[in-house]
């Protein structure tokens, strides 16, 4: 059996997704990892942020924030599935904070 491990998935949406779009990729991606094994411990916006370089022709995003904890890999490769054939997140990265 695999052990618990904390981590936290940080991926950029599009700027321009109106309101209910940005929250229903939210709640669609938490469900992922939920339904998948992982308990959420928080889910935030950090707000529109501007980037040092254009990606896909985008000069800023909604930066969102997810902390997780799983013994399961498999809602984190769901998740980078998935979130690798939406258009609407143009970067994601998952970070593992504990090796317990």
């Not at 469900?31 to 896909?56: H, P």
């Not at 939406?86 to 990265?93: C, G, K, Q, S, T």
């Amino acid at each position: 059996m695999n052990q618990t491990a904390k981590y936290e998935i940080l991926y950029i949406i599009r700027p321009d997704l109106d309101e209910d779009s940005k929250k229903a990729l939210i709640d669609r991606y938490n469900t992922i990892l939920s339904d998948n094994g992982a308990e959420i411990s928080e889910s935030k916006d950090w707000a529109k942020r501007r980037f040092a370089y254009e990606i896909q022709g985008y000069k800023e995003g909604t930066y969102h924030l997810v902390t997780f904890t799983t013994d399961q890999v498999d809602a984190i490769n769901e998740f980078e599935r998935l979130v690798r054939i939406n258009d609407d997140v143009l970067r994601h990265m998952v970070v593992r904070l504990d090796t317990k």
